[in-house]
């Protein structure tokens, strides 16, 4: 295969010329194929079907004597504790479990940490420039949470250990009003990799300048693996009580990708100390997270166990979309010199690079062929990517043939588009 | 029956001893009784024990095609959206269906006024000393939210057709930093009383000084009647749009205590346009409330009049208790000159006001007899009833034999308390 920058005008107009022509076939075929987000399949839903009748009616009683169907419990029934407690190798006593959204959890702490502060601390908002460190391609929703906030969100480089530690550490160190970072530690969003142990040991070891500086620790996928070798990260919270940050991370966990992703319980985990302050507040804003269906799930999956093996179904499932997402990428893309792509083992995302310039317009033709994807920039703070080269391609919600019908039509748009540039750098 | 002020020294201190003997016994007995909050009994949520089995492992579905298992729909179901339209007379724009806290609908949205303003209008925070009207006695944890968020809170007397309109009309027509008043407008907690047809409509014709004015218009006895006369309250939405105000309402309501209190579905309503900017901001904020739970109450309760129906078993098991709250407080109290009760004709509560400064000792003199109850002054704005003689007894929770209980201790104790009170003026 020749790359595209070694062809001359006349090569390059041909492979424009089929390349356009197979687009008009796409866009009349009247197609709508969507790899936007990161969704389970119906497939993936429907193994937890049984979950719909696990409770019979007279099953409502946890096991510390709570009545689930009544007032009470701020902080989650004790299977569910226990359930997360085990599968992120933390106590009780250091996990809160909530309702149906981990970012609601997220968007929370970030809104009383602004307006009341960290523990005892000055509201943030009171101290001037609240900034956050954002590691990019990242997850566009916290982003959207920083922005809501008027956080000015500084991009940091994400490599295939993680966040750049070298600028993190700098950063963090030098400026108090740098006040978070956002981390999803493993098949982080969109790239898929994860952090490894020396990323984290250097998380644990921050001197920040900032007393009320924190670590938002989405661990949103932190049972999703498409292999059973189950990467592990090292612990973060136990790793920050050892170099004397203890209350520095705060973790996050959701199961909407392991049981029903409209009707699933998340867990927020911190130091027993910083669990107790959010206890207490949590009395002030709510009378507590649905309990009925915490039992729902501590019935379904029974223990920690439990869940790990039900996400070896989820696996089943998406192992053939990633691994035909890759061999898609390599057929079609191999040798052309146009684009990188991240083959990650577990999570929800491949993280696909185009030359410089690219992205937007691919989106565009994907668009146009009537395939929705997540908009080019997305991944970046504030929705611009300064080299507008990443896409974050979404594979898992789509059946596998509608997969393949797109990712075949992602893959003429990227050839389309790097023509075109190519193009336009010799005529210029 | 001799009023306690026309006895003498003698007299009076007969009665005390006699009252001293029996709270020995009472508090030698044991007891354990709970009256503090306004809890559904075992009774009440075995009424919706059939919900936790009303799906069935194919039941996923809502009307307009969602598939409630997975991601998708900020603002609720058609089918919830609708019973909550119907049951409050809305349309279903009106209407944001949310998750299981309705206090958590409205310590969300005073957090983003406050942080972020009305619509369009500056931050509350930054336009400096943020005031609320609080109705009193009234709803601890509407009081609760204010002090989190250092708003000051005016109490404003509470009749028996709400609260004193000629006070709530001057300070919000005249002061710019009243930005809220709590009202619940039927079966007020705890007064249980009923907002009259005038005072809604002087609610709905307010000029308030603050054009980012809101009222919170916890309607969460909106289903709650104890009998099936379902004495209306005028719709406060139709009305502040029809004064030019349409904006200035915010209603919730809950099924908190019609299905599961640890499992229900609430809701927020307001004008079309303000439940469209409250959607956008839910994007930011959450990626949705549980919509199977929504699904889940659609499918018990039918429709609107399913729930009106269901209210009226609600009703059956409450009546005896307020009967008994009723009956043994005419037949422990009357006559003695030192005390009045409201007799509501729906809600959770009845409030009692004992003579000046007695209701702390009262509810002392209960925690040794081993009945506890809201503490006295919960009421009132930072916990502080100026004359000390509001309680709120919660009827609902405990059984007909243990309430029966209860409540002679807590009569003994009002009398013992009044007794002490009447000594004490005779001695200076």
Redesign the interface.
């Known amino acids: 295969m020749k790359q595209y920058s070694q062809m001359n005008k006349a090569e390059l107009t041909d492979v424009k010329n089929e390349m356009d022509r197979t687009f008009s076939k796409y866009s009349e075929s009247g197609r709508k194929l969507n790899m936007t987000?990161g969704?389970?399949s119906?497939e993936q839903?429907a193994l937890?079907?049984?979950m719909?009748?696990c409770?019979?009616?007279?099953?409502?009683i946890s096991a510390n004597g709570t009545?689930?169907?009544?007032?009470?419990?701020i902080d989650g029934i004790p299977e569910m504790k226990k359930i997360f407690a085990d599968l992120l190798d933390l106590t009780q006593d250091e996990v809160i479990v909530g309702?149906?959204?981990s970012?609601?959890l997220m968007?929370d702490n970030v809104?009383v940490n602004?307006?009341?502060g960290v523990r005892e601390g000055l509201p943030w908002?009171s101290q001037g420039k609240v900034k956050f460190l954002c590691p990019a391609p990242g997850y566009d929703?916290h982003f959207?949470?920083c922005k809501?906030?008027h956080i000015e969100m500084i991009p940091v480089a994400m490599g295939n250990e993680g966040p750049d530690m070298d600028t993190v550490e700098k950063m963090v160190s030098s400026d108090p009003m740098i006040k978070g970072i956002w981390c999803v530690p493993r098949y982080s969003n969109p790239t898929g990799i994860i952090y490894s142990d020396e990323t984290v040991r250097r998380f644990a070891k921050l001197k920040p300048a900032a007393d009320d500086f924190r670590i938002y620790w989405d661990n949103a996928y932190a049972f999703h693996d498409l292999d059973s070798q189950n990467a592990k990260i090292l612990n973060i919270i136990r790793l920050c009580e050892e170099y004397g940050n203890p209350n520095m991370p705060l973790v996050f966990a959701s199961f909407?990708k392991v049981s029903?992703?409209?009707?699933s319980v998340t867990c927020m985990a911190s130091s027993k100390s910083n669990c107790e302050y959010i206890r207490k507040?949590l009395t002030?804003?709510?009378?507590?997270?649905?309990?009925?269906?915490q039992l729902r799930h501590a019935r379904f999956f029974k223990d920690a166990a439990g869940v790990m093996t039900h996400m070896e179904k989820h696996a089943a499932i998406l192992r053939p979309k990633f691994k035909l997402v890759s061999d898609t990428l390599h057929r079609e893309l191999d040798g052309l010199g146009i684009a990188g792509w991240t083959e990650p083992a577990g999570g929800y995302f491949v993280s696909f690079n185009a030359q410089e310039g690219c992205a937007k317009r691919i989106v565009a033709l994907c668009a146009q062929a009537g395939v929705a994807l997540t908009p080019a920039g997305a991944t970046y703070p504030n929705g611009n990517d300064p080299q507008d080269r990443n896409i974050r391609i979404a594979p898992t919600c789509p059946p596998l043939d509608e997969l393949k019908s797109a990712l075949e039509i992602f893959c003429a748009a990227v050839k389309l588009a790097s023509i075109e540039k190519c193009l336009r750098g010799i005529n210029n």
């Open positions: 987000r969704v389970p119906d839903l937890c079907n049984d719909l009748t409770l019979c009616a007279s099953d409502y009545d689930c169907r009544n007032y009470g419990g309702g149906n959204s970012l609601a968007f809104a602004m307006s009341h908002q929703r959207t949470i809501y906030f909407s029903f992703a409209g009707a507040r002030v804003q709510t009378i507590g997270p649905d309990k009925l269906n």
